[in-house]
Nanobody, 125 residues
Framework: QVQLVESGGGLVQAGGSLRLSCAASGGTFRTYNMGWFRRAPGAEREFVAAFSWNGYSAAYADSVTGRFTISRDFVKNTLFLQMNSLKTEDTAVYYC??????????????????WGQGTQVTVSS
């Protein structure tokens, strides 16, 4: 059973940066593919980025490619999302999630079995 706790959200002006963290415990971190999702007000949850269990591959939504970077620290069992050049449309609750290694870099939220509680990111104009 994996527990995930996000942190690092907040209020930032458009063009600014934030770094989200997701601390994992209770499981073998390196055996899971990890992902970030977000849910904007009135919208469905959407894929943001994923990082493979072996640390070699990453995938991004088109909307964040070139602005966001996903990474993971296998020593500290922590997943990160560096968000640069933030836009107002990036405003959402951001969730960290873990999926079985067999799912590889899946973008389907239904294939992630473990979720954090979410952290709010608000980008003002």
């Amino acid at each position: 059973q994996v527990q995930l706790v996000e942190s690092g959200g907040g209020l930032v002006q458009a063009g600014g940066s934030l770094r989200l963290s997701c601390a994992a415990s209770g499981g073998t971190f390196r055996t899971y593919n990890m992902g970030w999702f977000r849910r904007a007000p009135g919208a469905e949850r959407e894929f943001v980025a994923a990082f493979s269990w072996n640390g070699y591959s990453a995938a991004y939504a088109d909307s964040v490619t070139g602005r966001f970077t996903i990474s993971r620290d296998f020593v500290k069992n922590t997943l990160f999302l560096q968000m640069n050049s933030l836009k107002t449309e990036d405003t959402a609750v951001y969730y960290c999630a873990a999926a079985n290694r067999a799912t590889w870099l899946t973008r389907r939220d239904t294939e992630y079995g473990y979720w954090g509680q979410g952290t709010q990111v608000t980008v003002s104009s």
